[in-house]
Every structure is written in C-alpha cells, then in structure tokens.
C-alpha cells in the first residue's frame, strides 16, 4: 500500500520537472533467505503502539513479539534481513534501459521468503539502504546515493569530539565502521551498503541530505556531503580486471 501511494505521488512530482510518464514506479519484491540469523533476533518495531497487558494478549495469540519502545508502549518487532535477490530487476532494468526514472523497493521492499518459483510472504522489514545497494548493484550503476537527514556522515556524533566526513576512501570508511562509530540502527547500513556497492565495481558512493544531493554528486560547489571512492587498491584491482 505504501509502495503505490507514495511511488504514486513521487512519480507525479518527478514528471512535473521532466514530462508526463517519465517516471514510473514499481511495485517490488525482495526475497530474504529463510535461514538468515535475523530471524533469530527481531529488531524492527512495526505497527501501532499498545498497552502492556494488550502487548501480551496479542503475543500470545498471534506468536508476536513485542518489545517496549520509546517510552510509549510496546510495539511489535520483527526480524530485517538481508535483501537476497529483486524478483522484478528485469522489469526494472528494462524501464531503466527506456530512459524511465524508476521508483522502486520502497520501504526496502515487500519481503518474500526465496523458495523457488513459489516465493511466500514473510513479515519482517528489510532495510532500505541495503536494498538500495542491491538494485544499485544489479543495474551495474556507477554512484549509489543514499539520501538522509544530515548533511554529512559524522564521527564521534554527539560528542565534543564530533566531527564530520567529506571525501573518504572505501578503506577509511570501512576502518570507522569497524571501530564501532556507525550504529546498526542508523547510519551503520548506510556504510555497509555503500561499502558493498563499492566492492562489487561500484566507483562513488554519497550520503547526504537532499539540499546537498547534486553538488555531493559532482563533488562541486562550496560544500558537499560525505563521498566514499574506491581506495586505489579498488582501482588497481578493477582496472587489471577490465
């Protein structure tokens, strides 16, 4: 539902700047691996809020669990695994290779469990940065850009020492992630999609606010957001390979 509604609205924005049915959005599929140890641990809150004794009724007769968030009652949680494989990437490339600017995985996707030609429905969320990389990766793009809320990737953020990145290296990003700077549930995915995108042939990678898109982008201007390159080991490796 929320694919439909909001691929309807961000098509009808988008054809206002290039012309009537020049983007188009689709309804997407990403299928998980059954077996992906997310499963095991749930993390993602979904739906509304509950008191406390509905929380347990509605756990106990629908197998939920539910966890307390924010202070404001309990929510259902459920598991965020990794994106597998985009049933419609054909469908997708095939837009795209028409010039189509293509709305697709909203939400990271609706989550099917990969078994075949016969691929079942499974709650869970997948998380949108991940499935970003993925399509990003399967087109063979040259730039994945992951939009967010702040302008720039920070490090040390929040604490007198914060301080922000620019243009970084694929190695140096990786460094910082491993060092425990970029938290699983925010900018943590970020980092590891760009890392992955980057790894598998991938030349930029951008995080960044919407303001900050186009000059990220380009690398012009008097201020852009955080640009991971390829550390020149990449480079080498993939210039060797061509």
């Known amino acids: 539902m929320t694919q439909g509604l909001l691929g309807s609205l961000i098509a009808r924005a988008i054809d206002q700047l290039r012309g009537p049915g020049t983007a188009a959005a689709l309804i997407t599929h990403v299928t998980v691996d059954p077996a992906d140890p997310a499963f095991g641990a749930p993390s993602k809150p979904i739906g509304p809020f509950f008191e406390p004794a509905e929380a347990q009724r509605l ?6 669990i539910v966890q307390p968030d924010s202070g404001r009652g309990y929510r259902r949680v459920v598991a965020s695994p990794e994106p597998a494989r985009v049933i419609e990437i054909d469908a997708l490339r ?13 939400g990271g996707g609706i989550p099917m469990l990969d078994a075949g030609s016969r691929g079942t429905h499974v709650d869970a969320v997948i998380d949108k940065d991940r499935a970003a990389g ?6 063979g793009a040259q730039a994945l850009l992951l939009v967010t809320a702040v302008d720039r990737v920070m490090l040390d ?6 301080s922000e990145l620019g243009t970084i290296t694929a190695d ?14 925010s900018m943590g995915p970020k980092i590891e999609a760009a890392l992955r995108f980057l790894a598998e042939g991938g030349e930029l990678a951008v995080i960044t606010s919407p303001d900050l898109l186009a000059a990220s982008l380009t690398g012009s201007g008097p201020r852009a957001g955080t640009r991971i390159e390829r550390s020149p080991a990449h480079a080498e490796s993939a210039g060797r390979a061509r």
């Open 134 to 139: 993925l399509i990003a990766r399967l087109l």
């Open 157 to 162: 953020y929040g604490q007198p020492t914060q």
């Open 172 to 185: 140096e990003a990786a460094r910082h992630l491993a060092a425990g700077q970029f938290p699983p549930g």
């Open 94 to 106: 095939a837009l795209v290779d028409a010039g189509h600017l293509v709305i697709a995985a909203g």
């Open 59 to 64: 756990a106990g007769t629908r197998g939920w």
